[in-house]
């Protein structure tokens, strides 16, 4: 789905959210309550500037807008591959990125992300897994590393890699395996304002998503590792 079509769903066509290149930001008001909006669109590569220009709306909304909630609309192709953004530390940028979204959820405001086209790599790392809650639309594609990749880094086959990933999710992209695997809490289906309205009102403050996971049989040693780490500490 298109970002605008999206907006006017969720929003009304009077949204309000403009779209700058790659990057979208906006301030929208859903059922009376003032919501910023912000993302990125096209696939767009993360570079250091699209880095700093979210972080900018999300301080800003921190600063003058207390406990306003955020949504992130997500379409991404991860971190920009550039020579010029290595040289300027894109790490670093996309570290504080993930690190004002971190400091919006401490201080009181309800992060919600929404992966409505692609999300990829670091770009995704640094946005929806960093929210309160990561929502999907059905037709969304999500991964962290396409298996020919994975296969160079693991030095396994992609034999090996493509059986694996046909019985365990963390193994395969595809959104339905990041739902079973916890880091997306549930998928956007039908009725998108009700969707959000479920998010805004229900999605919990604490990290939930070793234990979703769990549940769900796509991770099932990770939350219990986690409980014998903190017993052991």
């Known amino acids: 789905m298109q970002w605008n079509p999206l907006a ?31 993302g990125t669109t096209n696939h767009a590569p993360i570079g250091v500037a699209l880095a700093l220009a979210q972080a900018r709306v999300i301080l800003d909304t921190i600063a003058r807008h207390p406990k306003r909630p955020i949504l992130l609309f997500i379409d991404t192709q991860g971190q920009q591959l550039r020579r010029r953004d290595e040289t300027l530390g894109i790490n670093r940028a996309m570290a504080h990125l993930g690190m004002c979204i971190d400091l919006a959820r401490r201080r009181g405001h309800p992060v919600i992300g929404l992966v409505y086209d ?57 959104v339905g395996n990041y739902v079973a695997m916890g880091g997306v809490r549930a998928l956007w289906q039908g009725d998108l304002q009700a ?10 403050v604490e990290d939930t998503r070793a234990q979703d996971g769990a549940a ?14 903190l017993a052991a500490a």
């Open 8 to 38: 006017t769903q969720l929003f009304g066509p009077t949204h309000g959210i403009r779209a700058e290149d790659d990057f979208l930001h906006g301030d929208v008001a859903f059922e009376g309550q003032p919501i910023t909006v912000v």
């Open 118 to 174: 692609q999300a990829l790599s670091g770009g995704f790392i640094t946005s929806g897994l960093i929210a309160d809650g990561c929502y999907a639309l059905p037709e969304a594609e999500i991964r962290v590393m396409r298996i020919p990749a994975m296969a160079r880094v693991t030095k396994l086959s992609e034999e090996t890699l493509t059986a694996l990933s046909e019985s365990n999710p963390v193994f395969a992209p595809g």
């Open 195 to 204: 969707a959000l309205r479920d998010a805004l009102t229900n999605t919990p």
């Open 216 to 229: 769900r049989g796509g991770r099932k040693l990770s939350a219990s590792v986690v409980q014998r780490v």
